[in-house]
């Protein structure tokens, strides 16, 4: 039952503190050189005085629920802030900064994930976390609150057991870019592709997909010279090889704006989707809701159009 006149018991919290970053009782006992047996006392009571379980047993090992990550923020920066004050007698300046951890599916952007933390960037009070993995190992970091929100460039289904929100943030054209090459004819979309290699997402790419449908409709088949599931690998070998790229803009748009790379062609029949992906919490970070504010969808189109005609 919560107690409607609880007192915090520093001491109980850091004990707290010491178990939730060694992830282990006996670990815990072992440094703060107490018995595993009292220091499981202790922590019962923090619990009990908060209303909520700060813990589950995952595997041998102590995870922290919703309530336990949220009472370690404040743990981490209720103990952050007393080093502060003696940092702070001693003439050194204090910090105290809040945490924002975004997690990115490695076949993402990289501009776009930059362009996302943008109104966070040159805030001194916050500190980014920036993590990137596969989509599963993306979404077991949020179950289990290592990440507050995830970039995606798929949609992901909400069901009754996770709750997550799907929000789309932006949809932008896809372009052809490549090397530029002096004299160069104005390329002949999808017929050039009969003979000029191309540089493709992976199979399990939306974007591919529709690629590839567009160019079995026109009965060719493309020279690949490369598929991979990296953007930034993509971006790299677009600026090496004398292949054309297919890519959102935004993968480039450094590249394009000092001309090392130029658009050959456009292809408005084919975008890709941003989203961002956050759990339904009792306690989320505020940074998230922020940011999501912040999210414009300038890019966004309302419908596929046709093929547009080459860039002049």
């Not at 109980?12 to 970053?21: E, S």
């Not at 813990?55 to 802030?81: K, M, P, V």
């Amino acid at each position: 039952m919560i107690s409607t006149h609880a007192t915090l018991n520093y001491h109980h919290l850091r004990y707290f503190r010491v178990i939730a970053h060694e992830g282990s009782l006996t670990r815990a006992a072992a440094m703060l050189n107490v018995a595993q047996s009292a220091l499981s006392v202790q922590l019962r009571h923090l619990e009990e005085s908060l209303g909520h379980p700060l813990f589950t047993r995952q595997n041998r090992r102590l995870a922290l629920t919703e309530a336990g990550r949220l009472a370690l923020q404040y743990a981490d920066s209720i103990f952050r802030t007393g080093d502060e004050l003696v940092d702070t007698l001693q003439h050194r300046s204090p910090r105290t900064r809040q945490v924002l951890r975004v997690g990115a599916v490695a076949t993402l952007s990289r501009n776009f994930q930059w362009e996302f933390v943008k109104p966070l960037r040159n805030r001194r009070d916050v500190e980014l976390v920036l993590r990137t993995g596969g989509v599963r190992d993306m979404i077991a970091q949020l179950r289990n609150h290592e990440v507050d929100v995830v970039l995606t460039n798929q949609a992901l289904r909400r069901d009754a057991e996770t709750g997550y929100q799907c929000q789309l943030l932006a949809e932008q054209e896809i372009s052809l870019v490549a090397r530029p090459v002096a004299g160069q004819k104005a390329f002949r979309f999808p017929e050039d592709f009969r003979g000029t290699p191309v540089l493709l997402p992976s199979l399990e790419s939306d974007v591919r997909s529709s690629f590839d449908l567009i160019l079995e409709q026109a009965g060719i088949r493309p020279v690949i010279a490369a598929e991979v599931d990296d953007m930034a690998m993509l971006r790299v070998l677009a600026l090496r090889l004398k292949a054309v790229a297919l890519v959102p803009k935004v993968v480039v748009q450094d590249e394009l704006r000092t001309g090392m790379l130029v658009e050959r062609f456009r292809l408005s029949a084919i975008t890709e989707k941003f989203y961002a992906i956050t759990p339904s919490r009792t306690f989320p970070n505020i940074l998230v809701k922020e940011l999501l504010q912040h999210a414009t969808p300038g890019e966004r189109k309302s419908k596929a159009r046709p093929v547009a005609k080459p860039e002049p």
